[in-house]
Nanobody, 123 residues
Framework: VQLVQSGGGLVQAGGSLRLSCAAS????????IGWFRQVPGKEREGVSC????????YYADSVKGRFTISRDGAKNAVYLQMNSLKPEDTAVYYC?????????????????WGQGTQVTVSS
């Protein structure tokens, strides 16, 4: 089982980044997928998720209107498009999967985690 992330990096405030996550080794369509982020010294935060059943989405208030989650069942992939980035979006972002999960995704329900990718937004 793997969630392999790509994307991320350094961007100026106001810019955009797209995170990608490729899933393998499990039945992708049975999993609610999502993204968490963590800043050193702070608790991990659920950023967004999309349910397995009807594609319903959840966004944290801090990213609503700026981030968009999507999934591609044919490619077993999930994406997070991040626009209008702010310095406070700086964090390590993790792709996640939760079997038959509801929204919002709870950290304790996550079955699989990606390796994490750094996003840094400069002011």
């Amino acid at each position: 089982v793997q969630l392999v992330q790509s994307g991320g990096g350094l961007v100026q405030a106001g810019g955009s980044l797209r995170l990608s996550c490729a899933a393998s080794g499990f039945t992708f369509d049975d999993y609610t997928i999502g993204w968490f982020r963590q800043v050193p010294g702070k608790e991990r935060e659920g950023v967004s998720c999309m349910t397995y059943s009807d594609g319903d989405t959840y966004y944290a208030d801090s990213v609503k209107g700026r981030f968009t989650i999507s999934r591609d069942g044919a490619k077993n992939a999930v994406y997070l498009q991040m626009n209008s980035l702010k310095p406070e979006d700086t964090a390590v972002y993790y792709c996640t999967a939760d079997l038959y999960g509801a929204r919002p995704m709870r950290e304790r329900d996550v079955d699989y985690w990606g390796q994490g990718t750094q996003v840094t937004v400069s002011s």
